[in-house]
């Protein structure tokens, strides 16, 4: 859930000439269009109205060029990574009237273009795959997925990874390829040095205006392990999304993640630098495809358990980690809800109930104390996200005091259960203003709002409803799909909005 992506190869991005008004080559264009860049990255924070008028104007004068220059590969990449850099921004989004699904397919069908004219292009690669995962994430979110949104997902997943390999391919090659010319310096240095040679230089001189830079930086381990990083993680969404009858394709996934793992990986990391990066990737894999292999009726429950317990007990600085903690929480609490939904609740014996109680009772406890761990570390992004789920564990703690055969500690606890869920909530709304996190705010708020109203105060989801705010049907709908509603909970707010 906290993951962020691989940051976009932006190497071909040049340095712009001043603004001008005589646009004859590509190379003009180019450099209008990165002054308007650099303006909207100097507003960003402050004015995103502003910032967006400034990009808007880049992508325009891009589009400008391309249309005199179509076989411009850098207007064509420079337009399509801004377009995407765009999209994930949530705040230049609420600038412009597309939705992100369609401002993610525009950039899509920008980066195919680009990569037709830069196919040895290993950056173009590896954005055209970045794009791909994140309009392939954002048609499978969400309770109400539809079979065909599910396999168009799959598919641009299976591209993606397809554009992984062949970047980490290139990206090989032209490793391999520096290393030997930087041999053949030092040779042709030492040569040099013993002949007495003086190299000469007889580049005609250029003014301060027309001289360009395009910096390309050397392909190093460290970008290897960019990218390989970067396919581990899509093997990862795709576990999570492959239904039970895929057997073939989980086998597949296994095989390759351990190509990545046990023979490409090792050999990228450096001096055992970002080792706990690459031990968390295999945690989370491992979790992950512990999950879809109990959805499919290949692992039991007690086996998923210990797999969990396992992929998470290899790295000793997890606890040091905000992202750790965080993927470890949110791995916890998956593994509880495939369990809940493989089980028929009604069947089961009280004896097997409790049990089932205090599995899940512990399993909350351990995430609920991972996540206000990493709320406490300074180097923790996305507090309203951790606040927020902090607040889902507590209600889903206090959910255990529910039905015929509640669960003692969430009994006794309840009040306590709600104010604290009430708090994290609250707490994450706070912080959500302060950082700008719209959408974490209106949930934060929705969720307050809603726990208050089962605390028996309904004034704050009674204002929320007369003011028709913060999407209020949607976050109710998630929060019934993930147990933290009750039916009778939900049928009380559709009263109160009919009032």
Not at 20 to 44: H, N
Not at 126 to 155: I, M
Not at 208 to 235: F, G, K, Y
Not at 238 to 255: A, D, K, V
């Amino acid at each position: 859930m906290f993951r962020q992506k691989q940051p976009l190869k932006t190497n071909k991005k040049k340095k712009g000439k001043a603004i001008q008004t005589a646009l004859e080559i590509a190379d003009d264009f180019l450099a209008v269009g990165v002054d308007y860049e650099e303006a909207g990255e100097k507003w960003r924070a402050g004015d995103a109205s502003k910032s967006m008028r400034f990009f808007t104007r880049a992508i325009e004068t891009y589009e400008g060029g391309l249309r005199r220059f179509p076989e411009s590969f850098d207007l064509a990449y420079n337009k399509a990574r801004l377009q995407y850099e765009i999209a994930q921004q949530p705040r230049l989004m609420k600038q412009l009237p597309t939705s992100l699904i369609e401002l993610l397919e525009t950039a899509l069908e920008s980066h195919y273009y680009a990569l037709k004219l830069g196919q040895g292009n290993a950056d173009v690669i590896f954005n055209t795959a970045q794009v791909l995962t994140s309009t392939a994430e954002l048609l499978s979110e969400g309770l109400h997925v539809s079979d065909e949104q599910k396999e168009e997902a799959l598919r641009l997943f299976q591209e993606a990874l397809e554009l992984f390999q062949g970047c980490l391919d290139l990206q090989e090659y032209q490793f391999t390829q520096a290393q030997d010319q930087n041999l053949l310096m030092d040779e042709l240095s030492n040569q040099a040095m013993e002949g007495s040679t003086t190299i000469s230089s007889s580049a005609s001189e250029a003014s301060e205006d027309e001289r360009w830079a395009s910096v390309v930086e050397p392909i190093s381990r460290n970008t290897l392990l960019d990218t390989a990083i970067a396919q581990m993680e899509t093997l990862i969404v795709i576990c999570n999304l492959i239904g039970p009858q895929r057997n073939t394709e989980l086998s597949l996934l296994e095989e390759l993640s351990r190509h990545l793992l046990d023979d490409k990986i090792p050999s990228y990391v450096e001096n055992g630098n970002r080792q706990a990066e690459v031990l968390l990737v295999k945690a989370n894999f491992a979790s992950a495809f512990a999950d879809s292999s109990f959805r499919s009726g290949h692992l039991d429950m007690l086996t998923y358990e210990q797999e969990l317990s396992k992929a998470f007990g290899q790295d000793p600085s997890i606890s040091t980690s905000p992202q750790g903690l965080c993927d470890r929480a949110d791995a916890l609490m998956t593994f509880l809800a495939s369990v809940l939904a493989s089980l028929d609740m009604a069947s089961l014996q009280p004896d097997e109930t409790n049990h089932w109680h205090e599995t899940r009772w512990r399993h909350l406890t351990q995430a609920l104390l991972d996540l206000t761990a990493a709320s406490k570390l300074p180097q923790a992004q996305n507090l309203p996200r951790i606040h927020l789920r902090r607040g889902d564990c507590e209600l889903l703690r206090y959910r255990l005091g529910d039905g015929p055969l509640p669960y003692g500690a969430a009994k006794k606890n309840s009040v306590t259960l709600l104010k604290n869920a009430q708090t994290y909530y609250r707490g994450a709304a706070g912080i959500a203003v302060t950082e700008s996190s719209i959408d974490e705010e209106q949930e934060a708020r929705v969720k307050e709002a809603v726990v208050a109203m089962i605390g028996g105060l309904d004034e704050n989801i009674r204002g929320l409803i007369k003011q028709n705010e913060c999407n209020i049907g949607s976050t109710i709908e998630e929060m019934r799909g993930e147990g933290l509603l009750t039916d009778q909970d939900v049928s009380m707010i559709g009263s109160l909005r009919q009032a």
